[in-house]
């Protein structure tokens, strides 16, 4: 039970992380008290309603792993029809990433912490 709770602190301390992250990019982001709601999204960010948020901060998450396309995946079944999904995650000691899916060509993209708004906003848009 202690590593249950201790693995939903840590997961509530990472999404305070990121909202403030995108706030300090000027994006109007808080994270959602989900209160065990199935399908809630980990932030709620005004600013983008098109875009679904999946937080992450695992120690081991990089591109390639295992952690990452599990991220993706549940990211993608919680964005609904008609938004677009993306991962924010960072791990120990490292800058944000964001992963999201580009349309064309359809793959998945990570962009580093200086190209995230662009991308966020790119996401919102719906092209």
Do not use: Y
């Amino acid at each position: 039970m202690t590593k249950r709770i201790n693995s939903r602190r840590k997961g509530a301390v990472g999404e305070r992380a990121a909202a403030q992250f995108l706030c300090s990019l000027g994006f109007a982001a808080e994270r959602s008290a989900r209160n065990g709601v199935k399908g809630a999204g980990d932030l709620i960010v005004r600013d983008l309603p098109n875009v679904h948020i999946e937080v992450k901060r695992l120690e081991r998450m990089d591109i390639g792993t295992v952690c990452l396309a599990d991220a993706c995946d549940q990211a993608r079944a919680a964005s609904g029809l008609g938004r677009r999904w993306a991962v924010l995650w960072r791990p120990n000691g490292k800058s944000w990433r964001l992963t999201f899916r580009a349309h064309a060509p359809a793959m998945n993209v990570t962009v580093e912490e200086a190209a995230i708004p662009a991308a966020l906003w790119w996401l919102n848009s719906k092209e």
